[in-house]
């Protein structure tokens, strides 16, 4: 039987992506089909209804799709964690033009974000921002940059859901003003002129939970095999003397159809936000690899509590209860005694 894995074209899809092209999931005995979906919504429905056998997803849209309040209630598990970080909030170049922030800080960018917004509201013309879903670290890192700049994002600023691989070309177009999406889009805007990177997800939220492998309860019990190559492949991943190898890869048209310099530049951690070149050292920028890969528990408190923050939750004992479920540090224990825990 072959396996159905799907993902949206993303950096931080990466281990998922070598797992089954590096050979890690044949090495296990595993026949795998990697499946590039459009958006989130598509990716969570096909999931749902058992047209993927797992995916690269949000971990907040896994708990959303667990929980019953994104798409059909569906029985998961997440075994695996597959990365942190990854993110980054761009803006128009005449947005930023107007901002003019008086210094570097984060503080100092998300203050004058926060005037321009506060003027354009007053003005009977909100500025629109994207974001990749509602449920996602994305959602939550605009409104914590803009809480920053001491905006409250209801009150000022209209935000709209574009899939990752259009996000860019949105603000493009002028349909957005701005943008929290994960990399290469950032790099895409800003490399062709109209964006321009104003602050990090790694800065506005250190260690974001990000994407985890996230599979059908029901195959919950024979995940040990598929868990075993994708933590391998996201140990490959995280070598830097691989990151070159791994850039050509994910920027191939297969994946992501894109210059494989905008890839190496969120591997390496040294961004360029301008259309000036001007780079910023972020080391921390996306992390793969060793250190994140057991499902922290943690995470999932720290993620309901951005949904209570943003409205999309009441907090009840049953609902935690039911969303810490999800994460399954046990069977990532289970998968390493199967196999070589040392590899």
Known sequence: MRLALGYVPLVDAAALIVA?????????????????????????????????????????LAIASALGIS???TGLAVPLALNLNGNAITVSRPLWAEMNPQGESLEAVARAFGRVARARAAQGCP?????????????????????????????????????????????????????????????????????????????VAPDCPEKVLALPAYAAATSGALVRAVRRAG????????????????????????????????????VVVDADGTRRDAPNFVTFGAAIERPNPAHVDWLLDRMAAAGQIVPAPALIERARALYRPDLFDAALAGGDASS
């Not at 889009?185 to 800003?190: E, I, R, T």
Request: glycine share 12%; with cysteine; hydrophobic share 45%.
């Open 235 to 270: 140990r490959w991943c995280a070598e830097p003397r691989n990151h070159d190898d791994l850039a050509r890869l994910l920027a191939g048209p297969d994946h992501l159809g894109i210059a494989p310099a905008l890839v190496r530049r969120a591997l390496a951690g040294t």
């Open 71 to 73: 798409g059909p209630e």
């Open 20 to 60: 089954v092209e590096g050979g890690f999931t044949a090495a296990e005995g595993l026949s795998v089909d990697l499946v590039r979906e459009p958006s989130w919504a598509t990716l969570r429905d096909k999931l749902a209804l058992g047209h993927l056998d797992g995916a690269h997803m949000l971990a907040p």
């Open 127 to 203: 500025l629109t921002l994207g974001t990749v879903h509602p449920f996602s670290s994305h959602t939550y890192q605009l409104r914590l940059f803009a809480a920053r700049g001491g905006l409250d994002l209801d009150d000022a600023v209209r935000t709209v859901v574009i899939p990752p691989p259009r996000i860019a070309e949105a603000l493009r177009a002028g349909h957005i003003d701005g943008f929290c999406a994960g990399s290469p889009w950032n790099s895409l805007a800003v490399e062709d002129g109209y964006g321009r990177i104003v602050a990090f997800g790694s800065e």
